[in-house]
């Protein structure tokens, strides 16, 4: 099983969909949760960042973490076109005997207008 | 925040030559990182470069094949030396969002990439 599983999708939604975004994970010794957008020819932004199990808010954009299921998740509410990017799940705690941060392979989001 | 910039955004190169490529940043910063992106494949950390000491490399990453340096707290460079097509991918460098701490590497900014084709 590898350490942290993203769907690569493509996934194509309308404008003003709900958008469901999802990692699992192996390793339970991960204490962060975070959510990267990467834009086309551009280096990853963090958009979200987590600490323990429960929701954390940030406008359109909702990061759930379950650490009893090993999943996170990232809503986006109203979609819009200029949310169409790569999202990369990342996580960070011990692999290997020291402090890593881990990333998901990214799913990549088409919004249609 | 920081701004990071990267030289080149992108190149052609021959198999078996060498490419440097550059990274600055805008604020002084303790811990630098470098990573590669592969087609369908994760971020996957190289090496960890601090000022003053030399750079980590991780697990399948060597220093004869990927030097860096890191003379200033502002500056790093990486090497792809000996390039094959298997190195064609994304280099992208970052630093802690915490800067001048070493606290941890959770959070991190990212440079815009360099975009290698190796022929």
């Known amino acids: 099983q590898k350490e942290v599983e993203q769907d690569p999708g493509p996934l194509s939604v309308p404008e003003g969909a709900i958008v469901s975004l999802n990692c699992t994970y192996s390793n339970s010794a991960f204490q962060y949760f975070m959510w990267y957008r990467q834009y086309s020819r551009k280096g990853p932004e963090l958009l979200m960042y987590?600490?323990?199990?429960g929701n954390k808010e940030d406008g359109r954009f909702t990061a759930q973490v379950d650490k009893s299921s090993k999943y996170i998740s990232l809503f986006i509410r109203d979609s819009q076109p200029s949310d169409s990017a790569t999202y990369l799940c990342?996580?960070?705690?011990?692999?290997?005997?020291?402090?890593?941060?881990?990333f998901g392979k990214g799913t990549k989001l088409t919004v249609n207008p | 925040s920081a701004v990071i910039s990267q030289k080149p955004s992108r190149d052609i190169c021959q198999r078996g030559t060498s490419l440097t490529i550059q990274c600055q940043v805008d604020s002084q910063v303790t811990m630098m990182f470098w990573y590669r992106q592969q087609p369908g494949q994760s971020l996957t950390l190289i090496a960890t470069?601090?000022?003053?000491?030399?750079?980590?490399?991780e697990s399948g990453f060597v220093i004869d094949k990927f030097p860096i340096s890191r003379p200033n707290l502002t500056f790093s460079t990486l090497t792809v030396s000996n390039m094959s097509p298997e190195d064609s991918s994304i280099y992208l460098c970052?630093?802690?969002?915490?800067?001048?701490?070493?606290?941890?590497?959770?959070?991190?900014?990212f440079g815009p990439g360099t975009r290698l084709t190796v022929l």
């Open positions: 970052s630093v802690d969002a915490h800067l001048t701490s070493f606290i941890t590497g959770d959070t991190q900014y």
């Open positions: 990342a996580m960070f705690g011990v692999k290997g005997g020291s402090e890593k941060l881990v």
């Open positions: 470069a601090n000022q003053g000491s030399e750079a980590t490399y």
């Open positions: 987590t600490y323990s199990s």
